[in-house]
């Protein structure tokens, strides 16, 4: 109940094309919805969020979906670049109300986009 | 968002060593987590660390292997001991929650020889 499930684990997208990751999550509780970019050597950074209480999250090429429903949701990165070319996961967390519950992580997909 | 500063950010050891994995953050925190990551894999966590109290071990880690200290709302430590070459990992430091997020450090690259 605690998992996150991520896929696809790998994933090939042309210059300018859309990228989509899904990530689907089973306990209710999770209420705090990240997604991490990583590039090789380096820490995950932050790269959107989304909490329950909306649908969609977008800030600049990269938007989230959520489907509180179906306990799914999905990042996609438009236009995707050659420097968009990095491991991204998916996580959720229990965080409302200040209450803080370890992060947990989905499994990760490498996104490569070709120019 | 707090910024993190880890260190060592790369070390080679020899097996039956410890290696101590220091983590400073510019802005006082709550709750301080410690994740490994193995190599091409997801983050794992290993423990929260709360200041003044003992850390919280997820399951598969324990406190004997994998110490962890927080003496104040600035810094922790996580000490890696009497590491095999099983030990080899990416292991990061993170803050955050309570509404603001999840902030990571660089990493810290351990190799086990």
């Known amino acids: 109940q605690q998992q996150v499930k991520q896929s696809p684990q790998s994933l090939i997208v042309q210059k300018g094309g859309i990228s989509i990751i899904n990530c689907a999550y089973e306990n209710t509780a999770f209420d705090y919805f990240p997604w991490y970019q990583q590039f090789p050597g380096k820490g995950p950074a932050l790269l959107i969020a989304?909490?329950?209480?909306?649908s969609e999250k977008k800030e600049g090429r990269f938007t989230i979906s959520f489907n509180k429903s179906a306990k799914q949701f999905s990042l996609h990165i438009m236009d995707s670049q050659p420097g968009d070319s990095a491991t991204y996961f998916c996580a959720a967390s229990s965080d409302y109300g200040g209450a803080t519950n370890k992060l947990i992580f989905g499994t990760g997909t490498l996104l490569a986009v070709q120019p | 968002s707090a910024v993190i500063s880890q260190k060592p950010s790369r070390d080679i050891c020899q097996r039956g060593t410890s290696l101590t994995i220091q983590c400073q953050v510019d802005?006082?925190?709550?709750?301080m987590f410690w994740y490994r990551q193995q190599p091409g894999q997801s983050l794992t966590l290993i423990a929260t660390a709360n200041q003044g109290s003992e850390a919280t071990y997820e399951s598969g880690f324990v406190i004997d292997k994998f110490p962890i200290s927080r003496p104040n709302l600035t810094f922790s430590t996580l000490t890696v001991s009497n590491m095999s070459p099983e030990d080899s990992s990416i292991y990061l430091c993170?803050?955050?929650?309570?509404?603001?997020?999840?902030?990571f450090g660089s990493g810290t690259r351990l190799t086990v020889v």
């Open positions: 989304i909490r329950p209480d909306v």
């Open positions: 993170s803050v955050g929650g309570q509404g603001h997020g999840y902030t």
């Open positions: 802005s006082q925190v709550t709750m």
